[in-house]
């Protein structure tokens, strides 16, 4: 194990780095990984590729851990929007899920729809943003055969009561998009059916690294559509012309060979947050919020997302006046203040190794913005 500290510090962002919620900037353990795996390219020594396979033996140990499911239950998948492309495109009847759900999810179900014509959207409406157990409840069609939910919504910072909504929704399956909250929330993933994650934002892998991981059940009634000839098994010979049905488990949701690099990246990455513990990392994350809350009130500026810990990860979300938020956005530029502006939002999103100088810089800013304010 190590601490909190030792895990902040293979960390080295310049500061003014609060969009977490975009892309997280990979630290040293990680980087350490991608050159030991380009050495292994670049110098192909006698015997040395093969190994490298091995990664996806690697990933699967270190992911199931993280999620409480076992290792032939979780795929390796380059993105969060492939791994919905398989469920999407694996399952028959109505599903249930919200229009304001990341695009993703959208893309993904409508595609699925469009194909194959076995797939049945149904819209859930969000009640104040927020997708609770009460309106899966009394939106959801009888015909409806699976829900899907995002662990933290991208836009509000909302996290969703995954309990709650097992409960209402009984045995339909439980599709999650745990993006942006995985590896930061310890969620109770054992009520999820199928969880559909990418590395790239709080687990800090980099772009191209995911998983797809799903229960037995899930993968009973997910019929493996995109299945290509690395969703096989082993063949004792290699590879044949012989169309062989998919493996049993998770890894029917293969198309071809993964990048073994990014399976490294991915790998490692979670290693590292199971040496620090995901309970340690969301304390401290959620620490970095509230101070950067306490700084956004003592300015004046709204916050829309949600204050208390057991609703929230690691967005903060502000909606200053319409008139106000060029004002809002060129004080963070000016201080080098990295943020996501949309919608007519402000997100902010630090993580444990958000820096006193990065809040700082955020204060800096905020000061620029209030004397903006007031001209």
């Not at 106000?324 to 502006?341: D, E, P």
């Amino acid at each position: 194990m190590i601490s909190i500290d030792e895990y902040a510090a293979r960390f080295r962002e310049d500061p003014g780095y609060l969009n977490f919620a975009s892309a997280g900037p990979v630290g040293d353990t990680v980087v350490a990984e991608m050159r030991a795996q380009s050495e292994i390219f670049a110098r192909a020594r006698f015997g040395s590729l093969p190994d490298v396979l091995g990664e996806e033996e690697r990933v699967d140990a270190a992911v199931a851990p993280l999620l409480g499911f076992r290792p032939d239950q979780v795929v390796f998948q380059p993105s969060t929007s492939q791994a919905l492309m398989h469920v999407m495109f694996g399952l028959t009847g109505g599903l249930a899920l919200s229009a304001g759900e990341f695009p993703s999810v959208g893309y993904a179900a409508a595609r699925a729809a469009e194909a194959l014509g076995v797939l049945v959207p149904h819209a859930i409406t969000p009640e104040h943003e927020r997708i609770t157990p009460a309106v899966v409840r009394d939106q959801m069609a009888s015909s409806v055969v699976a829900v899907c939910v995002s662990l933290v919504d991208y836009r509000t910072g909302h996290l969703v009561d995954l309990e709650g909504i097992r409960q209402v929704i009984g045995d339909r399956l439980l599709i999650v998009d745990a993006i942006q909250g995985v590896g930061v929330v310890e969620a109770p993933w054992g009520v999820a059916d199928v969880i559909a994650s990418g590395g790239q934002k709080w687990l800090r892998a980099g772009y191209g690294t995911g998983f797809l991981a799903m229960s037995d059940r899930a993968r009973e009634q997910l019929t493996p559509v995109w299945s290509g000839w690395t969703a096989v098994g082993e063949l004792p010979d290699g590879p044949d012309h012989d169309i062989r049905p998919p493996q049993p488990d998770a890894r029917a949701f293969r198309v071809g060979f993964a990048d073994p690099a990014a399976q490294g990246r991915l790998a490692v990455a979670v290693e590292e947050v199971l040496d620090v513990g995901v309970g340690v990392l969301r304390e401290r994350v959620l620490e970095r919020a509230s101070r950067v809350v306490d700084l956004l009130d003592e300015v004046g500026l709204p916050v829309v997302s949600p204050r208390e810990d057991a609703e929230r990860a690691g967005i903060v979300v502000a909606e200053p006046a319409p008139e106000q938020l060029s004002i809002l956005t060129a004080a963070l530029h000016n201080h080098g203040v990295t943020v996501t502006a949309r919608g007519g939002r402000v997100r902010f999103a630090p993580h444990a190794s958000t820096s006193d100088e990065t809040l700082e810089l955020l204060r800096e800013s905020l000061a620029e913005y209030q004397a903006g304010t007031r001209i």
